[in-house]
């Protein structure tokens, strides 16, 4: 996700330790450098780095955690943030930490891995794991 804001034009200069804390249990933020522009390696902090609002038209976020996720955003476009739902190094198998971070058109995640997964409920434990499993789901509604 972040080379897709690099890509637009959005640097991410404020994605930096002053600003987001580390995911719990990591002792460090999760960012490296591309091409000198800061980036996210891990969803959980760069959903938190989202609800700083760092962007104008990226929206404070929505909690639509539940197994009905797309009716509640349909029509609408935005980023969505799925936490806890693939078992990360160090993780418990009841207490899941791993995330992902995609985009939403108004009528599916965009993508392609993504939206054929939850289209066609493809779950691959170990492998592809459940979205819908998610701890919490946001939704940064975009304008």
């Known amino acids: 996700m972040s080379v897709t804001l690099h890509k637009v034009g959005i640097a991410m200069k404020s ?3 002053k600003r ?12 490296l ?3 000198g522009k800061p980036t996210a390696t ?7 780095w989202l609800k700083l609002r760092p962007i104008a038209g990226v929206l404070a976020p929505e909690n639509i955690t539940g197994p009905n996720l797309a009716s509640k955003v349909s ?3 935005g980023i969505i943030f799925f936490d ?5 190094d160090g993780d418990s198998p009841d207490n899941l930490s791993g995330g992902h971070v995609d985009l939403w058109n108004g009528s599916k995640l965009t993508g392609f891995g993504s939206g054929v997964r939850i289209s066609w409920n ?3 434990p170990g492998i592809w794991w459940d979205f819908r499993n998610s701890k ?5 509604p975009v304008k």
């Open 42 to 48: 891990r969803a959980y902090e760069f959903a938190e």
């Open 20 to 31: 987001v804390r580390p995911m719990p249990g990591k002792p460090t933020l999760g960012r």
């Open 122 to 124: 493809i779950v691959l």
């Open 84 to 88: 806890g739902y693939w078992l990360q």
């Open 15 to 17: 994605f930096s330790r």
């Open 136 to 140: 919490t789901i946001l939704f940064f």
């Open 33 to 35: 450098l591309l091409a």
């Open 75 to 77: 029509g609408r476009t």
